[in-house]
């Protein structure tokens, strides 16, 4: 079956960094797009950024410039570098791909951006 987990959150304070990590089986990593997206308390969940099975990248404005995601296909693994973290930041942050029509979550990681 398909198992995404998700790893990195944390504590930091503003204008900190973290790194985030997603571990996929069940797919053909390779060939799949990932996404992240967060949801802060009482808000619904928001794509944060994408990535292509070619390594294209697209972003959420509020987080370019600041945020990268990437990929290594050997270690079936998808990160997301956050760097000059604000508050408005803090949320648990998911990863996430499609396979057969349906899109599968992890667990989430909680990133916390508090002085």
């Known amino acids: 079956q398909v198992q995404l987990v998700e790893s990195g959150g944390g504590l930091v304070q503003p204008g900190g960094s973290l790194t985030l990590s997603c571990v996929v089986s069940g797919v053909i990593f390779r060939l799949n797009g990932m996404d992240w997206y967060r949801q802060a308390p009482g808000k619904e969940r928001e794509s944060v950024a994408s990535?292509?099975?070619?390594?294209?990248?697209n972003y959420v404005d509020s987080v370019k410039g600041r945020f990268t995601i990437s990929r290594d296909d050997a270690k079936n693994t998808v990160y997301l570098q956050m760097i000059s973290l604000k508050p408005e930041d803090t949320a648990v942050y998911y990863c996430?791909?499609?396979?057969?029509?349906?899109?599968?979550w992890g667990k989430g990681t909680l990133v916390t951006v508090s002085s």
């Open positions: 990535i292509s099975s070619r390594g294209t990248s």
């Open positions: 996430g791909v499609i396979r057969n029509g349906v899109r599968y």
